[in-house]
């Protein structure tokens, strides 16, 4: 089946609040898209929402590398090839993960709903459903409360909370939270690389007493072997985010003493699905759990990092929570929530519906 058309753009969506991190505060987000349509009038789409503090590449970038004349000219090519053109596409747009996410994604929609699969069960689908955590941006103490309840009243259970711009005010922020919730909720940190080594200790003696469940990259890109000075008990539960971009990174965190228990996919670090199948495939010979996570994203990007998670046996965690932020969106469907855990709906392709 012979793709006819390619059509790429730019979105500007607003959020539905803004939200602060370590670094950075966000009150809207622009995601580029492409389309590719096959013979049989069937459309595949992807979107690129890559974090330009994180790997480089801005949206607008990524959107003019969509319409660029490699991309113009995979009319014609035969989309049983979409591997084979996934591979080329990373021989074009090397470290461009956003645009890399939107080819890879596109293409595997199409594909799914030329041969009428999902891409979870072509590439074999090993569970159903996990609970995604609800993100709470850095803020006040009597705010993070009142977030948290917000997302409890949804239905769901898992909170994870920015933290990294004052340890004493994040150790507060957690003791609040377990204090307000409990044991019937799980807490999730993330510092995005906001500690130093002193103050990571400092945030894990405290809260030892309360079940953290993972904390992601709380030192730097780059201070990872400051993590070993740690012990292997506290090293599980920390998780590679930033420092995670690629396969290469995947490998070199998995030999010897690893500094990292759990991995955080993004397919806008990797490149789409199958850099990050790549990365799950070292993970899993490595002994190492996977967490998925997303930036502020389309339904369509989200859709396909479920689709990924769940076909791969070492998933344990998501936290795609990215498309729920958005006022608006491009797609409807593609998975659902069900007490809190997101379900995908094993249609062709990807499942969603373009609006």
Known sequence: MKIVAVRAYLKKMALKKPYTIAYNTFSDVSLAFLEIELANGMIGYGSGSPAEEVVGETTEQTVSNLNTSFVANLVGRDIRHFQQIIFESNLQFPHLPGTLAAIDIALHDAFGKYLGVSIASFYGQ???????????????????????????????????????????????????????????????????????????????????????????????????????????????????????????????????????????????????????????????????????????????????????AYACSNTKYIDLDGSFDLMEDLVTGGFEVKDGCLVINNAAGFGFTKI
């Not at 072997?225 to 971009?245: C, G, P």
């Not at 990050?276 to 899993?284: D, L, M, S």
């Open 126 to 308: 090993k569970m159903n459903a996990l609970p995604t955590s609800m993100t709470i941006g850095i803020k006040g103490l009597d705010e993070t409360i009142e977030e948290a309840k917000e997302y409890a009243a949804m239905g769901f259970k898992v909170f994870k909370v920015k933290t990294g711009m004052d340890v004493h005010e994040d150790i507060e922020r957690i003791a609040a939270l377990y204090a307000a919730f409990g044991k019937d909720y799980t807490i999730r940190v993330d510092a995005n690389q906001g500690y130093d080594l002193d103050q990571l200790k400092l945030f894990l003696e405290v809260t030892a007493t309360y079940p953290l469940e993972l904390i992601e990259q709380p030192l730097p890109v780059g201070q990872e072997q400051s993590l070993l000075a740690l012990s292997d008990a506290q090293r599980k539960q920390l998780t590679a985010d930033e420092a995670l971009k690629d396969p290469q990174a995947a490998l070199h965190f998995s030999a010897g003493i690893q500094p990292f228990g759990i991995y955080n996919i993004k397919l806008m670090k990797c490149g789409g699905l199958l850099g990050a199948k790549e990365i799950a495939t070292i993970a899993q010979h490595a002994g190492i759990d996977l967490f998925w996570g997303c930036n502020d994203e389309s339904i369509i990007s989200i859709t396909a990092a479920l689709h990924m």
